[in-house]
């Protein structure tokens, strides 16, 4: 399965931006690249997904490196809300059939 | 249709007792995926479904623990003999497809005392 590097933990303020990196240099040209997130004592839950080009949603963006070997989310405007584990996950039409989480980014949002 | 529903939220159980836990999909969803996850880890791949089919199951998944899906509907997800190591929160997912996004229900907390 194809593996992905993200940072343990990451800290941001209120009303800022905020980018989280993802490196995923052995991903396949068939692998989408998934975001999901975990609040404090909820199950995931599905930020966003793209395969080539970036993708904007209601949620979040997501930026795609054009080597596809990285991935970078970005919140636009940080909540107290947004605090959360955030996973990114390769997930295609080979390999894996399931979603493969790692340790995911702990999300820190200071008021 | 409000999302994935799982029952129970919470369950208290002595050691070597059975356990079963039920997962409502979305409707339309015909895959249906188990996680469990432990405080501090990642939610961890137990086995999934297709249908009615049981496509793949993780090491993870002794001999004492069997899920199934009947018709395709929902799930259920029982443990044999239960030991402490088992005390985690057993997630639940849905999909229409593989690479479509997956809904989470808010998972069953398995205490094992």
């Known amino acids: 399965d194809a593996k992905t590097t993200q940072p343990n933990s990451m800290e941001s303020n209120e009303e800022e931006p905020v980018h989280l990196p993802c490196n995923h240099s052995t991903i396949s040209g068939t692998d989408y690249i998934h975001w999901y997130r975990q609040l404090p004592s909820q199950g995931p839950e599905y930020v966003i997904h793209g395969l080539t080009s970036n993708v904007n949603n209601r949620m979040a963006s997501l930026a795609i490196a054009e080597d596809r070997k990285s991935s970078t989310l970005i919140l636009h405007r940080a909540t107290l809300r947004d605090a959360a584990v955030y996973y990114c996950i390769l997930l295609g039409f080979q390999g894996a059939q399931k979603l493969v989480f790692g340790q995911g980014t702990r999300l820190t949002i200071n008021p | 249709d409000t999302g994935v529903s799982q029952d129970p939220r919470h369950k208290i159980t002595k050691r070597g007792q059975n356990v079963t836990f039920r997962c409502d999909p979305i409707s339309e969803h015909n895959r249906l995926y188990w996680y469990r996850q432990t405080l501090g880890q990642g939610p961890e791949f137990l086995t999934y479904f297709q249908n009615e089919a049981q496509l793949e199951k993780s090491r993870l998944l002794s001999d004492r623990f069997s899920a199934e899906r009947p018709k395709g509907s929902f799930s259920t997800l029982e443990i044999q003999r239960t030991e402490q190591g088992d005390s985690a929160m057993y997630l639940c997912?849905?999909?229409?497809?593989?690479?479509?996004?997956?809904?989470f229900g808010q998972g069953t907390r398995l205490t094992v005392v």
């Open positions: 997912a849905s999909s229409l497809a593989r690479v479509t996004e997956a809904f």
